[in-house]
């Protein structure tokens, strides 16, 4: 009888054949976690591109808000400074947004959320001060319209004032005038050594000394007072005859001094009281016309004339 033939390389062949099979469904497997993987990395770094873009463009966005609304500060802090409105507020948020300008363009969500926030904030303040800005208008205009009249008034006022004081000062030139005396009755006689008077014309030998009387006229105006009333001999020449050793002296007339011949302080009482002088010139009198100037204080009251043959 034979030998039965070996079969066992036969039964080896499907072992080897599963073991590869495992192998390959093993690599597969692998192969399609690390596809996954691939893919959710992509789509991971995607999603984390987009929003980093989205950061970015929202902070720029964000930032560029906070440049228009610095712009809006300034303008406001000018016109609300304009109407004599507070601007402490305003400037407080100015700088605020100054110092968010200058800081890192880089900001997490969170950071741009607070951003916005600011931002909201402002946007409130902004139109608050347009309201109040409204408000101030309204109360400028109202004063303006209120100043305008007032200075319509003052100037009335002024007005009226200085017609007033134009007035007042007419009238204190007239009662000033009205009050000035005058002398009346002006008499001037030469007399001779042993007393004797003479009417103009004389002779030079004939005046020992010269006399003048005249009255102050009634004045009801003028006030009761003491006066210097004072006397010039004034020659055809208009040189006055002056000693200041026999009383002669001088006094400021229209701005100038000038001298006078003789004078007397007398109590004014408005009685037309009388005024005589003699004045003993000293030495002949030159032939010609004399005028006699009769003054009080910075006015002139009256004059006469006498001649010297």
Known sequence: MSEPTNISPVEQTPKKSNKNAIIIALMAVIIVVQGVKIFLDSREHQTLVAEKTSTEQELASTMQRMTEIREELDAKIAEVKKLGGDISDLEKAKAEVDAELKRSKRATGKEIKALKDKVEGYELLLKTKDEEIDKLKHVNKALLTENTSLKTQKNQLGDSINR?????????????????????????????????????????????????????????????????????????????????????????YNGKEEFYTASQEILFDNTKQKLVYTYEKGSDYASGTYTLEIYCNDYKMGSGQFVVK
Not at 169 to 182: G, N, P, R, W
Not at 226 to 252: C, H, L, P, Y
């Open 164 to 252: 007033l004081s134009q007035t007042k000062e007419e009238l204190a030139t007239k009662v000033a005038i009205a009050s000035e005396l005058k002398a009346e009755n002006v008499r001037i006689v030469a007399l001779s050594d042993r007393g004797k008077e003479r009417d103009s014309p004389f002779k030079s030998r004939q005046i020992s000394k010269l006399k003048a009387e005249f009255n102050i006229a009634e004045n009801n105006v003028a006030p009761i007072e003491g006066k210097k009333i004072m006397i010039r001999i004034v020659d055809e020449n208009g040189q006055v005859i002056f000693d200041v050793a026999r009383g002669s002296g001088t006094f400021i």
